[in-house]
Nanobody, 123 residues
Framework: QVQLVESGGGLVQAGDSLRLSCAASGRTVSNYAMAWFRQAPGKEREFVAAVSWSSVTYYADSVKGRFTISRDNAKNTVYLQMDSLKPEDTAVYYC?????????????????WGQGTQVSVSS
C-alpha cells in the first residue's frame, strides 16, 4: 500500500523560505513520478512541481525560479524547497505519485495522495 506523508509547512513572512518533505512508503520514489500540488481556499487544486521517474523536473510558471523539487532516494523522500515566498503561495500543499510515464498537470490524473500540509505566507 502506498502512503505519502507531508511535513514542513508553517506560517512565514513574505520573502522567507520553507522546505516541504514527502516521505513515501510502499513505493520507491526514484521509480515513479512524484509531484506537489496545492489548494487555496475556494480554489481548485493546482499543479506546482513534479519530477519524473527519469529525473526530469517540471514547474508551474507561477513558481518557476523560486521552488525546487528534489528527491533523496536513500530516504525515499521528495522535497519542495520554496524560496522567496509570496502571500499568494498560501495553500495546503499535497504530495502525489502515480505510475505515469508523463507528467499530467491535472490533479485528477494522480492516483496516490498525502494528507497535505498547510503553508501560510503573511505580507
Amino acid at each position: 500500500q502506498v502512503q505519502l506523508v507531508e511535513s514542513g509547512g508553517g506560517l512565514v513572512q513574505a520573502g522567507d523560505s520553507l522546505r516541504l518533505s514527502c516521505a513515501a512508503s510502499g513505493r520507491t520514489v526514484s521509480n515513479y513520478a512524484m509531484a506537489w500540488f496545492r489548494q487555496a481556499p475556494g480554489k481548485e487544486r493546482e499543479f506546482v512541481a513534479a519530477v519524473s521517474w527519469s529525473s526530469v523536473t517540471y514547474y508551474a510558471d507561477s513558481v518557476k525560479g523560486r521552488f525546487t523539487i528534489s528527491r533523496d532516494n536513500a530516504k525515499n523522500t521528495v522535497y519542495l524547497q520554496m524560496d522567496s515566498l509570496k502571500p499568494e503561495d498560501t495553500a495546503v500543499y499535497y504530495c502525489a505519485t502515480d505510475s505515469t510515464l508523463y507528467i499530467p498537470r491535472s490533479w485528477s490524473e494522480w492516483r496516490y495522495w498525502g494528507q497535505g500540509t498547510q503553508v501560510s505566507v503573511s505580507s
